[in-house]
């Protein structure tokens, strides 16, 4: 799959992973971007850094489902169909269960899980109108792993991944491939707290998550051989996983107390 000339559906692209994915679309020859957008401002300064794009502006927050139904409908009127689905927009809210608010409980099932899930609903004939479509699902390396004090998060992004494998599955048959990616710790406002700390930037991954879409593999897993052998231990012998973890329990729930980006 090529990039030139393709219609593109991005949420969360203001900042971080999804502002740098904008970026390498605008470099692969994409010059038609709908975005999904909460602040006015964010999309004048996105306008403005991307001269060249033509923006199909959605202005809401992806918890809101008017917004997605408008969303779809707009790229309908607008374009007539769909060519690549970006579900990127996420945030987090960590630490113990019973410390984490209701309200951020339910605001990250809505924002990484129910938005994602229904924003796919929606484009799917925008989809199918498409003659080679793909998908693209941001989770998240805690959604292959359970780690304590992102309980909540985690859980959202499992859920991402079986989406995803779910979706790849139900619209082979259209041409629709569906790429899941697991970023691990990645330089963005998300990680603000862990500044100073050796991460992925979000340009490489970024790049890597487009280049998996393009080339219709169905995951790319960030953190290199270590993060495969992890999994691996969790998925094969979770119990020997959990010793690993207990290991530096009370570093890791200090490390997950003010860990909030929302
Ligand atoms: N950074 C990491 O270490 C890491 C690791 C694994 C997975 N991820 C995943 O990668 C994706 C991108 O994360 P990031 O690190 O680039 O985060 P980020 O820098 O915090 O950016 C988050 C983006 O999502 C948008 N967003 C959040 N809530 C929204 C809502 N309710 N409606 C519309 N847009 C909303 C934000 O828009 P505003 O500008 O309006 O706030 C922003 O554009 C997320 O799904 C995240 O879970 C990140």
Same mark, same amino acid.
């Given at each position: 799959?090529?990039? /030139?000339?393709?219609?593109?559906?991005?949420?969360?692209?203001?900042?971080?992973?999804?502002?740098?994915?904008?970026?390498?679309?605008?470099?692969?020859?994409?010059?038609?971007?709908?975005? &999904?957008?909460?602040?006015?401002?964010?999309?004048?300064?996105?306008?403005?850094?991307?001269?060249?794009?033509?923006?199909?502006?959605?202005?809401?927050?992806?918890?809101?489902?008017?917004?997605?139904?408008?969303?779809?409908?707009?790229?309908?009127?607008?374009?007539?169909?769909?060519? &690549?689905?970006?579900?990127?927009?996420? &945030?987090?809210?960590?630490?113990?269960?019973?410390?984490?608010?209701?309200?951020?409980?339910?605001?990250?099932?809505?924002?990484?899980?129910?938005?994602?899930?229904?924003?796919?609903?929606?484009?799917?004939?925008?989809?199918?109108?498409?003659? /080679?479509?793909?998908?693209?699902?941001?989770?998240?390396?805690? $959604?292959? &792993?359970?780690?304590?004090?992102?309980?909540?998060?985690?859980?959202?992004?499992?859920?991402?991944?079986?989406? *995803?494998?779910?979706?790849?599955? /139900?619209?082979?048959?259209?041409?629709? *491939?569906?790429t899941c990616s697991f970023p691990t710790a990645t330089d963005t406002d998300m990680m603000?707290?862990?500044? $100073?700390?050796?991460?992925?930037?979000?340009?490489?991954?970024?790049?890597? *998550?487009?280049? *998996?879409?393009?080339?219709?593999?169905?995951?790319?897993?960030?953190?290199?051989k270590e993060r495969l052998n992890e999994n691996r231990l969790n998925f094969e012998a979770? /119990?020997?996983?959990?010793?690993?973890?207990?290991?530096?329990?009370?570093?890791?729930?200090?490390?997950?107390?003010?860990?909030?980006?929302?």
């Amino acid at each position: 799959m090529q990039l /030139e000339g393709k219609n593109v559906l991005i949420t969360g692209g203001t900042r971080g992973i999804g502002k740098c994915m904008i970026q390498e679309l605008v470099k692969g020859g994409v010059s038609k971007i709908a975005v &999904i957008v909460r602040d006015q401002q964010n999309l004048k300064q996105l306008s403005q850094e991307f001269e060249g794009v033509k923006f199909l502006k959605i202005v809401g927050d992806v918890a809101n489902i008017e917004v997605l139904r408008k969303a779809a409908a707009r790229i309908e009127d607008k374009w007539g169909h769909l060519d &690549i689905l970006i579900n990127n927009a996420g &945030i987090v809210s960590a630490g113990p269960l019973e410390e984490i608010q209701d309200e951020d409980v339910y605001g990250q099932v809505a924002i990484n899980l129910t938005a994602v899930l229904l924003l796919t609903k929606y484009c799917i004939p925008l989809l199918k109108s498409s003659k /080679e479509a793909a998908v693209l699902n941001i989770s998240s390396g805690l $959604g292959l &792993i359970g780690m304590p004090f992102y309980s909540v998060y985690g859980s959202t992004k499992a859920a991402v991944r079986q989406f *995803s494998d779910s979706m790849r599955r /139900e619209l082979a048959p259209f041409n629709i *491939s569906v790429t899941c990616s697991f970023p691990t710790a990645t330089d963005t406002d998300m990680m603000h707290k862990f500044k $100073g700390r050796e991460m992925d930037s979000p340009e490489f991954v970024a790049e890597r *998550s487009l280049k *998996s879409l393009l080339n219709k593999e169905s995951q790319v897993i960030f953190g290199g051989k270590e993060r495969l052998n992890e999994n691996r231990l969790n998925f094969e012998a979770p /119990e020997e996983f959990d010793k690993k973890v207990a290991q530096n329990y009370e570093e890791r729930k200090k490390a997950s107390l003010d860990h909030k980006a929302v």
